[in-house]
């Protein structure tokens, strides 16, 4: 999703965390990368393999973004999601695809494995840590201002 | 701090995560090991360096416990926090110290450094990452049953 506040974006964001959840990966929408790039969803299982999941809300969002390509370094598996509307022609055909609505998903087209290497596996698996953790606090703490004005 | 949610505890256990705060380092309570004993803070820099912290409400608390002796080898630093008014002649005093209350803390005696082994700090680094966006998954989603009944 190109804007990250757009709804329909979000609401296939929850579908892709509820169908990583049943995949047996623990997710996150936005994560930022290294390169400062922000992916939709990333997932993570517990033996420490990671997905990247691009959320298209319809096809203008998927022509004006090229980001999509620069994750593939940073993840062992790599998706698209869309909803059942999207014309799928318009996707790469060799990438990995998922489609999903509010509520959940399935994989039509499984990703290839990037098999991530293990220092950018490290750094990627403490972001996503560190990213998660805050978010945790912010959230249980809804007063910000505590945690930063001491 | 031995009951989990003795009110005390957790709010000593708050301060200590504001201290981790300030230093750098992300945190979450009650983050459970592969040898399943649940330390009471354990918080993590942008190194991948790794903090636990054993909560003492009071001695009470402290003598019934020993569990923390097990912690060392999951962190590269180890702290007892305590507040201002537990007697520390209790507390061994090799190990470091954080003395805290509600709001935040201060470091009273370093910790050694244990020099985590990597593969466990991979290990732990993964079961932090992935408690923590369950958690904030479950808390963005508080009808729990949305991501179980499916």
Redesign the interface.
Known sequence: MSDSRSDKGTRLA?GV??LL??MGY???MEVKLRIRRRVDVMG?N?K?RIIIVEVKSGPADYRVDEKWSEYLQFCDEFYFAVDAEFPQDLLPDKHGLIIADA??GAIARTSADFNLNAARR?NV??R???I??????E??NPIKE??NV?
Chains 1, 2 share one sequence.
Do not use: P, V, Y
């Open positions: 929850r965390q509820k959840h049943d623990d997710s996150l993570i517990e420490g509520f959940g490290r698996t403490l996503f840590a560190r998660a953790a805050r978010r945790l606090l959230t249980e505590k945690f001491f």
